[in-house]
């Protein structure tokens, strides 16, 4: 299955909450069940996605709805995100070893002096945007 996950622009709940739906869904689908966040883009909105087998689907909308009551959970078709042939693509498949799970370390992304909170995903996205890439139709 493949499901955009998207809040509201009032959400004053923040990435802290993310903690607990990330260490529940990674303690459900362990090894056994793939599951995969995407950062990509569709009908013309960029935003996070999330696929997994249909069995996950009702941990991962629970999951979600308990941190972020209002945020709505679109199924999508599986080829979804999938670019027409004739669009130069990239990808990039990270492995980290051992097993990482940076959210737990929020803490460190924020600054409570200054009440900012610093992107660990800013970097990534900004060497993306510095990048010229074609797109052909």
Known sequence: M???VSDTPTNERGPRHMRSI???IHHASSKTLPISFLI???ARQVGLYCRFPGLLHGLVRGQFHAKY???TIELLEEDALDCSADFETWTITLHLRPDLFP???YQQFEEVIH???DDPMGACCRRWLRTTVTFRR
Do not use: Q, T
């Open 115 to 117: 009440d900012e909170v």
């Open 69 to 71: 009551p209002d945020c």
């Open 103 to 105: 959210i737990l370390r």
């Open 40 to 42: 990509g883009r569709h």
């Open 22 to 24: 990330l260490a529940a």
């Open 2 to 4: 493949l499901v955009s």
